[in-house]
Structures are given as structure tokens and as C-alpha cells.
């Protein structure tokens, strides 16, 4: 079957597996706080003498919309809401220290949103040194936050630089500025050039863009032109993501229609083109949808095997917990899951309250995590293994069952006990890990709550 027809055939809802069982399944009337915070303490012996934990700070603020965005934002130019969020922000990390035995060690911290560097680096400052001021730092610790080239200063970079942030993740998505204008997010080439060089000149070791195939009005001329300016000036590592068009859950993406965005075919030879541009730069693939070069942790961390997905993306290392403070923000303690509220006021409420702002969640059991495993083997290693014991599961033979399909176009190479994903597959990466998906093919939703897969 040629690429076109497998492309077609497998642009159906399929999840990005940052978890599984994925969000969607989560339970929402029955899910307990106190479970939650029994399987953190449990989590915390076991993960920070080991391995220390890691921390992910949402910070929504936005001063504009950017309409293709799918993340859980709040549009203000009114920067009087920082104090009040951070505070909030800090009370929440004090109530999870009040369940340790000792002091945390960090070895992950990311900001992300909304815009961190809507915050002003006195703000940020403030923040940081609260949260970390009863912490101890992990010695392989990373340090990492999201910007706005159109809004980063030079301040911002040294500030947290100074606190030990060492990674920067630079919103591009695209430089064609029609593109620009219709997903109103506005950067000029010149912005991103003078933050890359005044990252580096501080002494940030790996910088990020994050670039989107398939936006409204994208041509393969703009993106040929994107990749070209991107490629000169050569970020460490390059997230190359499939535009999610999902207006019935992100009402800004109503801004432009269906017949604004490229047709299945079009979409496939823009990533095709840009997939094709970064590897002759000298750009090795990352699991899914990223690009690094052989000097980049990400890199190294996949030729040895080390490479872990979480929901702050790929990552070098791995920790147990995984702490998420602040709006909307998801915790992981491998045995369980948990989000909290969605609404900037009720978050604060919740919080100065004294309460634990978790609305749902899921508590993971023995088939769950089996699936978990093989999913990320899938998305971190392109293969995964098994034995005897997972066979005993009806739940894991349903998925090898499942996998048939996706063997006999080319995606896979399976055997008694494996399954490797062929270079034809890497493309196919979220409908092979579907297979494993017991969950959504026992409880297909009503509505459509994933992005096309392919």
C-alpha cells in the first residue's frame, strides 16, 4: 500500500499517549483526593532518594489569543493577576511538602502554559525561590521553561538562568506571516535570532523551537522558508508537531474553517518536506514528532535507551512523581493520575481554602500499567518486549489481536515476543500504540476527543 493510501487509512482520533490510560478515562465523580495523596506519599519514598522528583508549573496567563493553541489558557493584559496566582502557586507546593518526610530533590522543574514569560522575571524570581527554598537540587537536575520570542527579554534569560534554568522552548509554529496573522501569533525572524543569541551568550545549553505542519494558509513555499531560517539558526532540538484541529474544544480555533487548512495530501507533503529538510541538516528523529542534534541530551538519551515521556514531553530522564501546581496541571505518581481544575478562580478558591484543587483523576491498575509500559516502550523506543506473564492477560492478546492490521501494512515487524516499529511505522506511531489501547477500543467515545492520528 503506498504512503498516500496508508495516510488516508489511518487519519482517524487517536490519542498522543502522554499517559495511559489517556485523560478522557479519567473519573471525575469517583475519583478520591485522600487515594491521591496516599499513592504520593508512597511514590515520594520511592522515587526522591532514588531518582528526586519533578515539578511542572502551569502558568496560563496569555496577553492574546493564539487561535491554533490546544493548551488550557486565560487572555489578559492585566498583569496585576500575577501576585495573586503565584501565591496561590506556592500554598499549593507547601500543602504536598506537608506529606514528605524529607526534603524534596528536584531534578526536573518546567514552567509551561499560557506564556511563562508573561510573568515578569521579579515574579518569576519570587516564584521559583519560594517553591525551591525548602528543595534540595538533584546534581543531574534540569531546569526548562516555555517563551514567547515577542515577549522574552533579556531579563527573563538571566534571571532564570541564575536560578538554575538551563533549557528554553521558543513558540515559532511557523515565519510565514499570512500564517502568522490567521493563528495570531506574531514573531518576526529577528525576535527569535535575538533571544536564540542572548540564550546562548548566557549560557543555556539546549534551546527548543516548537514548529506546527498543517496550520491555515500554510504553503509548502512558507515552510520550505520556516525550516530554512530555523535551520540556520539551529536550535538543539526541534518539536516538529501535527496541527490538532478541535474547535469543539477550543473555541478560538472557530477563528477559520475547515477549508482554511490543508487537504490530507498537502498536510503530508508539508511534513514530509520539513521532516526531509531537518534530517539533511543533520537532525536525528526522536520518537515522535521530535528532531535533535547528536550533541543533544534528547539524543543521547534515545541511543541509550534512556529516553522517557511524560507529560511535559520527551525528556533525557525518568523520576516516579511528577508533581503538576496550578490550573489544569496533571501529577503522576506511575500508579496514578491526577488534573486539577480547569478555572483560574476556582483553583485560588480551592487553594486558600487550604484544599487540594483535584478534580479528576485515575487510579491505575495491573492491566493498565502492563499497557502503560508497552506504550511508552512504543513511543520512546520504537519496540517493545513481553513474556509470559503479560500473555496471561485477555486484554494484552486483544491488543496483539489488534496489531495484525498494522503488520500486514508494513508498521510493524512482530515476533513470539516483540515488536519493533519499521521506519515506514515511525510515522504511524500513535495508530500502532492504539493497539495497546484497551481502554478506548472498549469505550469508543461519542463524540470525537482526539486529534486525526498520522
Not at 42 to 49: E, G, H, L, T, V
Not at 347 to 354: K, N, Q
Request: with cysteine; net charge negative; glycine share 6%.
Amino acid at each position: 500500500m503506498e504512503t498516500a493510501e496508508l495516510i488516508k487509512k489511518y487519519t482517524v482520533p487517536v490519542p498522543r499517549y502522554t499517559s495511559y490510560p489517556t485523560v478522557p478515562y479519567w473519573d471525575v465523580e469517583n475519583f478520591k483526593t485522600k487515594r491521591w495523596l496516599e499513592e504520593v506519599k508512597i511514590a515520594f519514598k520511592k522515587s526522591n532518594q532514588k531518582s528526586g522528583i519533578s515539578l511542572y508549573i502551569h502558568l496560563p496567563y496569555c496577553e492574546s489569543l493564539c487561535t491554533y493553541c490546544g493548551c488550557n489558557t486565560r487572555i489578559t493584559k492585566n498583569h496585576e493577576v500575577e501576585l495573586p496566582y503565584i501565591k496561590a502557586l506556592e500554598i499549593e507546593w507547601m500543602m504536598y511538602e506537608d506529606l514528605f518526610n524529607e526534603k524534596p530533590q528536584i531534578k526536573e522543574l518546567h514552567l509551561g502554559g499560557g506564556t511563562p514569560t508573561f510573568f515578569s522575571p521579579e515574579n518569576l524570581k519570587s516564584l521559583i525561590k519560594n517553591i525551591l527554598s525548602g528543595c534540595e537540587i538533584h546534581p543531574e537536575a534540569e531546569f526548562s521553561f516555555e517563551a514567547h520570542p515577542a515577549n522574552t527579554s533579556e531579563a527573563h534569560l538571566k534571571v532564570l538562568y541564575e536560578l538554575g534554568f538551563k533549557r528554553l522552548s521558543l513558540g515559532i509554529q511557523d515565519f510565514d506571516p499570512q500564517v502568522q496573522q490567521i493563528i495570531n501569533r506574531l514573531q518576526t525572524v529577528e525576535q527569535v535570532e535575538k533571544v536564540t543569541q542572548q540564550a546562548r551568550a548566557i549560557g543555556y545549553n539546549s534551546i527548543n523551537y516548537d514548529l506546527i505542519y498543517g496550520l491555515p494558509l500554510q504553503t509548502l513555499v512558507g515552510l520550505k522558508n520556516t525550516i530554512k531560517e530555523v535551520i540556520r539558526l539551529l536550535p538543539d532540538r526541534i518539536a516538529f508537531y501535527s496541527y490538532a484541529h478541535v474547535p469543539w474544544i477550543k473555541p478560538g480555533q472557530r477563528m477559520f474553517t475547515e477549508l482554511d487548512l490543508p487537504d490530507a495530501d498537502s498536510k503530508q507533503l508539508l511534513y514530509e518536506t520539513g521532516r526531509n529538510l531537518l534530517i539533511e541538516a543533520g537532525y536525528e528523529e526522536i520518537g515522535m514528532d521530535h528532531f535533535a542534534l547528536p550533541t543533544d541530551s534528547l539524543y543521547q538519551a534515545q541511543e541509550e535507551g534512556k529516553l522517557h515521556r511524560n507529560f511535559m514531553g520527551y525528556t533525557h530522564q525518568y523520576t516516579q512523581l511528577m508533581i503538576g501546581l496550578g490550573v489544569s496541571s496533571i501529577s503522576d505518581s506511575w500508579t496514578a493520575f491526577a488534573q486539577n481544575v480547569k478555572k483560574v478562580e476556582d483553583y485560588i478558591s480551592l487553594v486558600d481554602a487550604g484544599e487540594f484543587p483535584v478534580f479528576k483523576g485515575h487510579l491505575l491498575d495491573e492491566d493498565d500499567l502492563m499497557m502503560r509500559r508497552h506504550i511508552l516502550h512504543l513511543m520512546c523506543k520504537g519496540e517493545t518486549h513481553w513474556d509470559r506473564l503479560d500473555l496471561l492477560h485477555h486484554h494484552f492478546k486483544r491488543s496483539l489481536y489488534r496489531l495484525r492490521e498494522v503488520e500486514q501494512d508494513g508498521l510493524i515487524k512482530k515476533t513470539d515476543h516483540a515488536v519493533k516499529v519499521t521506519p515506514l511505522g515511525r510515522r504511524f506511531l500513535r495508530n500502532i500504540c492504539a493497539a495497546f489501547d484497551d481502554r478506548l477500543w472498549k469505550n469508543l467515545p461519542e463524540k470525537q476527543v482526539f486529534s486525526m492520528g498520522s
